[in-house]
């Protein structure tokens, strides 16, 4: 059984789409084995996507992510990496499929509801960044 990491970005936090998001993911048959609701400090936004640190978008991308509450959670099914993201759909949510989350529930490239990580070594990595083993159950 696989494991993703996933988050309920500030945007659709806000706005009390987290619900209807989660009982999406239940009904698509991954099971939640981690689920926190945080608030990152930048320090921890800017560590979660050093990634992306040399790209143009890196400032307002973490100041976005340490604006307001997210969701964060560990998602666990066959394949849970791939179908979380076909889940989210593109990450420019004018570019995602009807029926996927960011379609629904998106708004811009920057503001675009849900992350998910790329690649098992991401998912384990993004999953060891917010979670300790106790907390995965
Ligand atoms: P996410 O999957 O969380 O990974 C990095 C985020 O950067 C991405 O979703 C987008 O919200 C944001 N972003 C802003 N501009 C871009 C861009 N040009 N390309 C990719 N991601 C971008």
């Known amino acids: 059984m696989e ?11 806000a706005k009390g789409f987290a619900g209807a998001i989660i009982s999406r993911i239940e ?11 945080m608030h990152m400090t930048k320090a921890e936004a800017e560590g979660f996507y050093a990634v992306h640190a040399a790209r143009p978008f890196f400032n307002d991308l973490t100041n976005f ?10 998602l666990e099914k066959d394949g849970a990496i791939k179908a979380w ?3 989210m759909g593109s990450t420019n949510p004018k570019d995602a ?4 989350l960011r379609k629904e529930f998106g708004e811009s490239i920057d503001n675009n509801a849900t992350h998910g990580s790329d690649a098992p070594e991401t998912a384990a990595q993004e999953i060891a ?9």
Do not use: H, N
């Open 97 to 100: 499929a009807e029926g996927t």
């Open 65 to 74: 992510m340490c604006s307001a509450p997210c969701i964060v959670m560990v």
């Open 3 to 13: 494991r993703t990491f996933a988050i309920i970005k500030p945007d659709a936090t």
């Open 85 to 87: 993201r076909d889940l």
């Open 27 to 37: 009904k698509e048959g991954f099971k939640i084995v981690g689920l926190k609701k």
């Open 129 to 137: 960044y917010f979670f300790s083993q106790l907390e995965l159950v």
